[in-house]
């Protein structure tokens, strides 16, 4: 299974994403999260990405290019990939194109999260994130369990992330429609989109997006 899920910030890719990881055993690939983890880790990549994401900004085509190149080379990705957040400009998609042109592995489908921008300031507002495993959560609609515990054994240590205030969502949300939904015409000309409403409970999104991938993958 190589796929790529398409959609705005807050629209569910990253929670989908993890979930669908655990059914098939087929490996999130978030550029966001590589990205967040050379921020924390202090890399130089992860000095120059900083400003950039905590402006809302995108990292440039090249970076991501080389990033996604990189980890698509690693072992756990020859059995497929899910790719979240990338690509997310026409250089991008061209590039990854040619990559997995050259690995001789095609995408299979790319599914497009469908949702009302003020659902998505809601999800926003109450995301947390675990610091330790990368667990997405929100405050409201998916709160970690009582007496839910990280894969270290502790419980769960939540953070709400820079980018998500209020300013900040308006800034991505901007950038995500004049830079990333051409990416929905691209890829509708390829015969590879496939559209599903992210709006509803996380198991009824998950029973659409598995519906959605039985039509192609
Ligand atoms: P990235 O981390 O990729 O952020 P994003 O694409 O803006 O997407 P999000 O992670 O905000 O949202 P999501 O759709 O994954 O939603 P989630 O599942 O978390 O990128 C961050 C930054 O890195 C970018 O701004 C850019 O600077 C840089 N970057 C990354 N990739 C790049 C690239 N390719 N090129 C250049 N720059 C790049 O859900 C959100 C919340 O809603 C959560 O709290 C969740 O629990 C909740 N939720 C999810 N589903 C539901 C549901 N069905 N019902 C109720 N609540 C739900």
């Known amino acids: 299974m190589r796929?790529?899920?398409l959609g705005a910030p807050g629209s569910g890719k990253g929670t989908q994403a993890q979930r669908l990881e655990a059914r098939r055993g087929v490996p999130q690939v978030s550029t966001g999260d590589l990205l967040r983890e050379a921020v924390a880790a202090g890399t130089e990549l992860g000095r120059a990405a900083k400003a950039v994401m905590d402006a809302g900004q995108l990292v440039d085509d090249a970076t991501m290019l080389g990033i996604i190149r990189e980890r698509l080379a690693r072992p756990d990705a020859k059995r497929g990939f899910i790719l979240d957040g990338f690509p997310r400009t026409l250089v991008q998609a061209e590039g990854l194109a040619r990559l997995l042109d050259d690995i001789g592995q095609p995408l299979d489908a790319v599914v497009l999260f469908?949702?009302?921008?003020?659902v998505l300031e809601r999800r926003l507002a109450g995301r947390r994130t675990c610091r330790r495993c990368g667990r997405v959560f929100h405050l409201e609609s998916n709160p970690p369990r009582a007496g839910e515990?990280?894969?270290d054994g502790k419980p769960h240590e939540l953070y709400q992330r820079p980018d998500d205030t209020e300013e900040t969502v308006r800034r991505r949300l901007a950038v995500y429609c004049e830079r990333t939904q051409p990416l929905v015409?691209?890829?509708?000309?390829?015969g590879l989109l496939?559209?599903?409403?992210?709006?509803?409970?996380?198991?009824d999104v998950g029973a659409r997006l598995d519906a959605a991938l039985r039509e192609g993958v």
């Open 3 to 5: 796929l790529v899920l």
């Open 185 to 190: 015409d691209h890829y509708a000309e390829q």
């Open 114 to 118: 469908e949702i009302d921008p003020l």
């Open 194 to 203: 496939r559209r599903i409403d992210a709006d509803g409970s996380l198991d």
């Open 149 to 151: 515990f990280c894969t």
